[in-house]
């Protein structure tokens, strides 16, 4: 099955740097790859996403490039805030029959921004 | 808001028992996964269903089983508890067709479960 690893599992910048989440995933027939955002005791919010169709795709100050063929996808937040702070979740997804598109998902990443 | 609801927020029980968490999708949506969320496992896909019928299955043990009701809302009914079924339990659910676009997952708050 799908595998996804996720790197680094704690990240520490201070506000206003960027900060860069990497992914990679193993089966080479997923393509859809969500990012989530989950603050603590709530919910997993869907931030941004990309289909393999597409090599980058941007949201304000939220960036998602993938790279097909080495199998990895990154999330890029630039000018962080401290309300960026959380842990967020890179996944990787495809049809698996019957409209299943269950989600694998990274170990996570806890982004600390500092004021 | 996401607009996918579950209850309880909260539960908490003993070794042995059986409880039963319920989720309602958003307004349209037809597919409801469940995940389980713990500190050792991290996020992992339990168990998926669409317009009512089961379509895959995960890391969901012999335990635990779910449904989907007409009305699309799911209940996830987790027997014989164990120390370790102490989690958090999220539903998603999304639009569920293969069209573009119609995939996305979205989130309910989570029962979070305690055995005691």
């Known amino acids: 099955g799908e595998n996804v690893e996720q790197h680094p599992s704690t990240l520490s910048v201070q506000e206003g740097d960027s900060a860069v989440i990497k992914c990679t995933y193993s089966?080479?027939?997923?393509?859809?790859f969500p990012w989530y955002k989950q603050e603590l005791g709530k919910r997993p919010q869907l931030i941004i996403d990309?289909?393999?169709?597409?090599g980058e795709k941007k949201d304000q100050r939220i960036a998602v490039t993938l790279n097909k063929t080495a199998k990895h996808f990154s999330l890029h937040i630039t000018e962080t805030q401290p309300e960026d702070s959380a842990v967020y979740f890179c996944?990787?997804?495809?049809?698996?029959?019957?409209?299943?598109?269950?989600?694998?998902f990274g170990k996570g990443t806890l982004l600390t921004v500092n004021p | 808001d996401s607009g996918v609801t579950q209850t309880p927020k909260h539960l908490i029980t003993a070794t042995g028992q059986r409880v039963t968490l319920r989720c309602s999708p958003r307004?349209?949506?037809?597919?409801v996964y469940w995940y389980q969320q713990s500190l050792d496992q991290g996020l992992q896909f339990l168990i998926h269903?669409?317009?009512?019928?089961?379509?895959a299955k995960g890391n969901i043990l012999e335990r635990f089983s779910a449904q989907q009701f007409p009305d699309l809302h799911s209940e996830l009914n987790l027997s014989s508890l164990e120390l370790g079924d102490s989690a958090l339990y999220f539903c998603?659910?999304?639009?569920?067709?293969?069209?573009?676009?119609?995939?996305?997952?979205?989130f309910g708050p989570g029962t979070r479960l305690t055995v005691l």
């Open positions: 990309i289909r393999s169709n597409v």
């Open positions: 998603a659910s999304s639009v569920g067709s293969g069209r573009a676009l119609a995939i996305e997952q979205f």
């Open positions: 307004s349209g949506d037809l597919s």
């Open positions: 996944a990787a997804s495809k049809d698996s029959g019957g409209s299943n598109y269950k989600l694998t």
């Open positions: 269903y669409y317009n009512g019928e089961e379509r």
């Open positions: 089966d080479s027939a997923s393509n859809y």
